[in-house]
Nanobody, 120 residues
């Protein structure tokens, strides 16, 4: 069984910074990619950034200059550093881990979500 736990987030003023972390634990045979998504109430979950096993990163266009995704493979942790935050970044952020939990194929495991509120 695989568990994904996120931490970080909270309330920050516009222009401020926050960091989110994501840790996967349990039976993990292989790891493929990790992505951060965000969801505004009433809207679909949308990808923010992702990182694959090679270390290559991908960003949604409007976030590439402000957000940085990174991972610590030894600790099975992934981070999302968010700078120059704007009120429109307010959302619940989710970590999705694509890995093989011992079943022989990729599955995506989700964390519980962390709320980020950008407000003065």
């Amino acid at each position: 069984q695989v568990h994904v736990v996120e931490s970080g987030g909270g309330l920050v003023q516009p222009g401020g910074s926050l960091i989110l972390s994501c840790e996967a634990s349990g039976t993990i045979v292989r790891r493929n990619a990790v992505a951060w998504y965000r969801q505004v109430h009433g809207m679909r979950r949308a990808v923010v950034a992702s990182i694959v096993s090679s270390g290559q990163t991908f960003y949604e266009d409007s976030m590439e200059s402000r957000f940085t995704i990174s991972r610590d493979c030894a600790e099975n942790k992934t981070f999302l550093q968010m700078n120059s935050l704007k009120p429109e970044d307010t959302a619940v952020y989710y970590c999705g881990e694509e890995l093989d939990g011992g079943v022989g194929y990729w599955q995506i495991f989700w964390g519980q979500g962390r709320r980020v509120t950008v407000s003065s």
